[in-house]
């Protein structure tokens, strides 16, 4: 079993920045595809960005793509989402997920997710 924790989240103007932690317990990530997943209110749960484990690639939903950044640490376990020029729209719970199925530009969730932080974007 993998156990995440998010971490970061908090309340910024448009334009401001953020940056999201992701830590694991119970299982090393070294051998997982993760990313993250945002909901806004009312609205489905929504791929923003993947990295593939080991040294694969990382992929971004359009939406966020120039603006946010995903990285891992496998010494520390984590996985991080940078989010730069940040818009109202970028406002909502963010998931980070464990074992997630590349697809295209759309990943598919895996089966371990963490808590949920929230980010508010203001006009």
């Known amino acids: 079993q993998v156990q995440l924790v998010e971490s970061g989240g908090g309340s910024v103007q448009a334009g401001g920045s953020l940056r999201l932690s992701c830590t694991a317990s119970?299982?090393?990530?070294?051998?997982?595809?993760m990313a993250w997943f945002r909901q806004a209110p009312g609205k489905e749960r929504e791929f923003v960005a993947g990295?593939?484990?080991?040294?694969?690639?990382?992929t971004y939903a359009d939406s966020v793509k120039g603006r946010f950044t995903i990285s891992r640490d496998n010494t520390m376990n984590a996985i991080y989402l940078q989010m730069n020029e940040l818009k109202p729209e970028d406002t909502a719970v963010y998931y980070c997920?464990?074992?997630?199925?590349?697809?295209?530009?759309?990943?598919?969730?895996?089966?371990?997710w963490g808590q949920g932080t929230q980010v508010t974007v203001s006009s």
């Open positions: 119970g299982r090393s990530l070294v051998g997982y595809n």
């Open positions: 990295r593939m484990m080991g040294e694969g690639g990382k």
């Open positions: 997920n464990a074992d997630t199925i590349p697809s295209g530009s759309h990943w598919y969730p895996g089966n371990y």
